[in-house]
């Protein structure tokens, strides 16, 4: 472990920067740096979860740790894959780890040698995992394990109230933009509110688009997509494909 053992004052301190990062990349960045500084490690990244149970590299400190990653993805092995998702996973030698044979012989050959690996969790839900890297054989304490976990911990609220901001902003954009959509389609054809909502929905659904881009489309064009076919086109599709 690091010589130079955290006290309170400097705990919050760390978590107050990262509760104050500006987005989740900056957020992770953060914690990939406060973590190689505290356990000295050489390398480390932030994986999120996101559909499908897939995983994004969100932040790393070189392209290796990237590579180790698309790594974990194309042989469907790795740390993010363990059975142990919801606990820390120590490898002091990389070289001769049984649990991941394939992806180790991948990222020994890339001189990653030792691992510390811990989840992030948020409402007892996984969001994402941390991984450290050394270049040389490490043996890892149970205090750096513990300091792993109580840094991951902060980590994962503060990357998890940021990712919530963005979605939340993205949600209000496209809300407006919905509604500057309704708007055009309400003055140019003399539609109510309802039915000029119907209108982009189908047009989202025909075209397989969100509602948000038709919406950002037309309002930036004024031109919606090319109308659907006879059987299912609406008033404002046969107006514009035969206007009077």
């Not at 978590?15 to 190689?36: F, G, I, M, N």
């Not at 043996?139 to 994962?156: I, K, M, N, S, Y």
């Not at 929905?201 to 969100?210: A, D, I, P, W």
């Amino acid at each position: 472990m690091a010589d130079d053992v955290l006290d309170l004052q400097e705990l919050t301190d760390l978590a107050v920067e990262l509760h104050a990062a500006d987005s989740p990349r900056a957020t992770a960045e953060q914690v990939v740096k406060y973590l190689c500084e505290l356990l000295e490690m050489d390398h480390a990244g932030v994986e999120m979860l996101r559909a499908g149970g897939n995983f994004e590299t969100v932040a790393a400190t070189a392209d290796v740790v990237r590579r180790a990653d698309e790594l974990q993805r194309e042989l469907d092995e790795g740390p993010w894959y363990s059975a142990s998702r919801d606990r820390t996973l120590r490898s002091n030698d990389l070289a001769h780890e049984a649990r991941w044979p394939r992806w180790c012989a991948a990222v020994t050959a890339m001189d990653l040698v030792s691992l510390l690996a811990v989840s992030l969790v948020h409402d007892g839900r996984r969001i994402g995992m941390v991984s450290l890297y050394s270049e040389k054989p490490r043996f890892f304490f149970d205090d750096d394990e513990a300091l792993a976990h109580l840094l991951a911990r902060h980590a994962a609220i503060a990357l998890a109230r940021a990712e919530q901001e963005v979605n939340l902003t993205i949600a209000l954009d496209a809300r407006k933009l919905v509604g500057q959509a309704q708007g055009i389609l309400m003055e140019r054809f003399g539609l109510d509110e309802r039915r000029a909502f119907e209108v982009l929905k189908r047009y989202s659904q025909h075209h397989n688009l969100k509602l948000r881009v038709v919406a950002e489309r037309f309002v930036a064009t004024r031109t919606l997509p090319p109308a659907p076919e006879a059987s299912t086109r609406t008033p404002v599709d046969q107006r514009q494909a035969h206007p009077e």
